[in-house]
């Protein structure tokens, strides 16, 4: 039986989110949150991007160093050769790429004008996936940008092309969040069975059915014999009305009626890391979590009229479809009321080292202290916002890393 994967893409779709964004330490700590939680694959950012070149290349060092692991990294460019080019000149390490190419007839002659017509698209992606496959990538998936507003026909064609010249996925994407769960379904299943590839699922929420349109997919790809590949991004954050939200579809997966009974997951998802990495993309996006947000909503699990409370009191699974310690909650959460300590651009030593005696960081010298204040300095100024323990944790034990992520040097 096939199974479902899940490819995260915040800091690909998320982040280029109008009005909002993540710095580079920010960006890397949503991989390790991701990597911790069970996640198959993270789109990581834009290779051809020159202002990501370090931050890719320090993640493709972490991966190596075995800190992210099993986590795979994975750019997203235009299905171009020049990108292809591009993407390998900048971040000669990267191994995993998704080749993106509107598909339907509303954004090849919206955007191209005419310059392009239909065969020109599968010439110009089949031409980049030779070209990323001679330049060393290990796994490549195309992405039909508008899927859902293009014709099936021409989808499979553009699929079976992919699939001729190596590519190992292709990406439907409902870009616009046009797509219901019964159009999904079959649209998945005719190109599972007939392109014969994995189908990755990329939706969005414009009519508020990103996530059920996520596992409507899944369902039809896998009845049609393919893996699942499913998008998501943290706290469903992503451009208009964002993504599917990632928490909310891994409980989709493993708590609605009668699903994982038939629709496993390739590698299991902790869900008791939920807690954490919404709040931390809430914290770092600066975008409060909904109260009514699955999982992780302040109200997910209050209970005020007379009924409700009764009948949680007397058994949780009255009113309660899963409990708030399977998704990370009910452990303490400490909030300074008096005086307060925070890491700034222009912190000094004594501050900085009651900050990091709290997080039981020692130093083995006071350069070293020096060195690492350093680097908060410079993360507060990519970030503007007081760092969490787990970033000034992350800098302590990787200031390679750190500096790496830090450096950002205009062309001339
Ligand atoms: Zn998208």
């Not at 031409?127 to 330049?135: G, I, L, S, W």
Request: a negative charge.
């Amino acid at each position: 039986m096939a199974k479902i994967y899940f490819i995260d893409v915040t800091n690909r779709d998320g982040v280029q989110t109008a009005r909002l964004g993540l710095s580079k330490l920010q960006k890397t700590m949503i991989n390790m949150y991701l990597n911790e939680m069970g996640i198959f694959q993270s789109e990581f950012g834009f290779p051809t991007t020159r202002h990501e070149s370090f931050y890719l290349e320090a993640n493709l060092e972490l991966a190596e160093m075995g800190v992210l692991q099993p986590i795979r990294l994975g750019g997203w460019i235009r299905a171009t050769v020049d990108d292809v080019e591009r993407a390998f000149r900048l971040v000669p390490g990267i191994k995993h790429l998704n080749l993106s190419a509107p598909t339907s007839d509303q954004m090849i002659q919206g955007k191209f004008q005419g310059a392009k017509n239909s065969e020109d698209i599968i010439s110009m992606m089949t031409d980049a996936v030779d070209k990323a496959r001679a330049c060393g990538a290990e796994s490549i998936g195309v992405n039909a940008e508008d899927a859902s507003r293009t014709e099936i026909d021409f989808l499979v064609g553009f699929g079976l092309a992919a699939r001729e010249h190596g590519a190992q996925r292709l990406r439907y994407c409902d870009t616009l969040g046009y797509d219901n769960p019964f159009t999904i379904y079959e649209s998945a299943r005719a190109l599972a069975e007939t392109i014969g590839m994995p189908i990755e699922i990329h939706c969005h929420g414009d009519l508020g059915m990103a996530v059920a349109n996520s596992l409507a997919g899944a369902k039809g790809t896998i009845d049609g014999g393919q893996d699942a590949y499913i998008n998501t991004t943290v706290n469903g954050i992503g451009e208009r009305a964002g993504n599917a939200d990632l928490v909310a579809t891994v409980l989709a997966i493993a708590k609605s009626k009668e699903f994982a009974e038939r629709y496993e997951l390739e590698m299991p998802v902790d869900l008791t890391k939920a807690w954490k990495i919404s709040k931390y993309a809430s914290y770092a996006f600066g975008v409060p979590i909904p109260i009514n947000q699955p999982g992780v909503g302040a109200n997910v699990f209050a209970h005020g009229s007379g009924i409700h409370a009764d009948g949680v009191l007397k058994d949780p699974s009255n009113y309660e479809l899963y409990s708030f310690d399977e998704v990370g909650r009910g452990g303490p959460e400490i909030v300074d009321t008096g005086s307060l300590i925070c890491s700034g651009e222009y912190s000094g030593i004594s501050g900085f080292r009651h900050l990091m005696g709290r997080i039981a960081v020692r130093f083995k010298d006071p350069g070293q202290a020096e060195k690492i204040l350093e680097l908060v300095g410079y993360a507060n100024v990519a970030s503007q916002m007081p760092l969490v323990e787990d970033e000034l944790l992350f800098i302590a034990r990787y200031p390679g890393i750190a500096r790496k992520l830090l450096t950002l040097i205009p062309p001339e």
